[in-house]
């Protein structure tokens, strides 16, 4: 059998990448906002340079006391920033290079611009206006919200009611109901659904009517949680009880997928605020207990740890319930987005979703999913290029099917299922 030429093999891998940059995305785990809840959508070049994957970076390079750096104010915290991570050092971490690949993708070159040129540029959009330029130079037909009641900034703007910009799709975020259930269950008792945090079925029923009433309200599309490394299931802990007795009938009920997100210990260094978080290697049984013994229910699952991903997808191919997502928070960089890919697809086929941006700030769109097709459109060429050499030529149409499937087509096949 003769090869095939080297450049039928090249023009094939350049048409994959060509399609996975110009594919449309649905993002389907995202901290951004509805521009109807003003200030905390956040953008510009102040919240793009204060995030909080900057700022503990930027820490490094610093040696005034925490509490000075937050006693700034945001455009002088950015300026510590920049001066930090820009100036005194090359930006060469990935979430330095993004705020320069948005920068570069909106037409502006910092290297003409000082920080107070670059206030006035981005003082000049409106935000509705902001919002189509970001999504549309990020080519995403949608993205999921993290939605939480227990954000006493955030739950008032759903109470008091607004007209949705359909693209800002809602998940609900109930971390405190398993990993707080006191706090949690004082809460609830205050808007009427328990009496107390006892574990009893009259505050279980309660529970689940909390979940429907805020799954009605926000038109969520799945139910999410972040767990500890230390997460176990089963076993004795309130969290158990709950996921059983609360979580899982719910999302049965509502046809909702559970989406469970392992690996987080919050506030390892709290003197970082939102920067603290750390992370562990999880034990993956629990999400295997909870497949097995919950085959009625759907689990969405992206895990924090690298050295959790091989053994993550070996549980995604026992368990078609469950569905593996992103390369999320301390994964999120081109050397491990590249190799869980390629487990992925190695491992899964197209039965997954490579990506999510986790973005905070709605300029991020345009560099995590510019950063993103690039490196998974990289690794599909070469899958493909792969199945060439075994003689199966994937088509134009095969290919575009394929990718729209990976950016969140499987995701919505999977959720309807
Ligand atoms: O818990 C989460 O959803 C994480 O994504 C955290 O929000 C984290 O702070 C983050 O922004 N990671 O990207
Ligand atoms: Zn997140």
Redesign the pocket.
């Known amino acids: 059998m003769t090869l095939p030429a080297d450049s039928r093999l090249d023009d094939l891998a350049a048409r994959v990448e060509r399609i996975v940059a110009s594919a449309p995305v649905l993002d389907i785990?995202t901290?951004l906002y509805d521009p109807a809840f003003g200030p905390l959508l956040l953008w510009g070049i102040d919240d793009l340079l204060v995030y909080?994957?900057l700022v503990a970076e930027a820490f490094r390079q610093l040696r005034e006391p925490y509490e000075d750096f937050w006693r700034l104010d945001k455009s002088a915290q950015a300026d510590r920033v920049w001066d930090a991570l820009f100036v005194r050092n090359s930006p060469v971490s990935e979430s330095c290079r993004g705020v320069l690949t948005t920068l570069h993708r909106l037409g502006i070159d910092p290297r003409r611009h000082d920080l107070p040129s670059l206030r006035k540029w981005f003082a000049a959009w409106k935000t509705p206006d902001y919002v189509d330029r970001c999504l549309n130079l990020a080519n995403l037909r949608g993205i999921l919200m993290?939605n939480s009641p227990f954000d006493d900034e955030e739950r008032p703007v759903w109470e008091g009611g607004f007209t949705r910009d359909t693209r800002f799709q809602a998940a609900l975020?109930i971390?405190p109901l398993l990993v707080a259930w006191p706090d949690a269950a004082a809460r609830l008792a205050q808007w009427g659904y328990v009496s107390s945090a006892d574990l009893n079925q009259a505050n279980f029923d309660g529970a689940r009517r909390f979940l429907a009433d805020w799954a009605r309200k926000i038109s969520a599309r799945y139910v999410?949680v972040?767990l500890p490394p230390s997460f176990r299931y089963p076993d004795t802990s309130p969290t158990t009880r709950l996921i059983d007795e609360v979580v899982l009938p719910f999302c049965r009920e509502h046809g909702l997928p559970f989406a469970l997100?392992p690996g987080?210990k919050r506030a390892v260094n709290p003197a970082l605020r939102?920067a603290g978080?750390g992370m562990g290697r999880s034990d993956l049984s629990a999400l295997e207990n909870l497949c097995s013994a919950n085959p009625a229910n759907r689990f969405l699952a992206t895990v924090l740890s690298r050295e959790n991903q091989h053994e993550l997808c070996v549980v995604a191919r026992k368990f078609r319930n469950l569905h593996i997502f992103g390369c999320?928070?301390f994964t999120?960089i081109p050397l491990v987005i590249d190799e869980m890919t390629r487990l992925r697809l190695e491992l899964l086929g197209l039965s997954f979703t490579p990506q999510h941006s986790?973005a905070?700030v709605l300029d991020q769109v345009i560099y995590k999913w510019d950063h993103n097709r690039r490196i998974i459109g990289s690794v599909l060429a070469e899958k493909y290029v792969d199945l060439a050499r075994s003689g199966w030529w994937v088509t134009e149409d095969e290919i575009r099917r394929d990718v729209s499937a990976l950016f969140g087509g499987a995701f919505e096949s999977f959720c309807q299922s």
């Open positions: 785990h901290h909080h994957y993290t975020r971390d999410m972040s997100m987080v939102l978080d999320w928070w999120n986790d905070r």
